[in-house]
């Protein structure tokens, strides 16, 4: 059996503290991952939106927020803010903002936008990733 030198202990110690530091490098990664939250708002939306005819018209839609599981209990302590922020938000829309899928994205983004904006002012907090629209209907 040979013996072991300094620089074998040295290599092994070496390699026991690498491993042991990327084990703590990994647990922290996990901690930082945030676990999504998905929030449905109930009941739908159904609000008037602005057009260039006096023909009143109206957008229906239901309406999931995707946050974190950290920010879901401040979206349900909020919601009265965000049900409001959201009316507001879609009641300003316009015919050209609500056709068309790449115009229902935009304006999906958007309601994410002015709910945080609206939290921010409250809780100084932005907890809403983005708005999901399960249906999103135009008359």
């Given at each position: 059996?040979?013996?072991?030198?300094?620089?074998?202990q040295f290599f092994a110690l070496s390699l026991i503290i690498t491993?042991?530091?990327?084990?703590?490098?990994?647990?922290?990664?996990?901690e930082?991952?945030?676990q999504p939250?998905?929030?449905?708002?109930?009941?739908?939306?159904?609000?008037?939106?602005?057009?260039t005819s006096n023909r009143l018209k109206y957008i229906k839609t239901s309406i999931t927020l995707q946050t974190d599981v950290s920010h879901?209990?401040?979206?349900?302590?909020?919601?009265?803010?965000?049900?409001?922020?959201?009316?507001?938000?879609?009641?300003s829309r316009?015919?050209?903002?609500?056709?068309?899928?790449?115009?229902?994205?935009?304006?999906?983004?958007e309601a994410a936008v002015a709910i945080n904006a609206a939290m921010?002012?409250?809780?100084?907090?932005e907890p809403v990733k983005s708005v999901l629209f399960a249906s999103f209907l135009t008359q």
């Open positions: 059996m040979s013996p072991i030198t300094p620089l074998k491993s042991l530091l990327s084990t703590f490098a990994l647990a922290a990664d996990e930082n991952t945030a939250a998905y929030v449905e708002l109930t009941p739908d939306f159904i609000v008037n939106y602005t057009t879901e209990a401040i979206i349900q302590d909020n919601m009265p803010l965000i049900r409001d922020a959201l009316v507001m938000f879609l009641s316009t015919d050209e903002q609500v056709s068309g899928a790449q115009a229902r994205e935009k304006t999906r983004e921010k002012a409250e809780t100084n907090q």
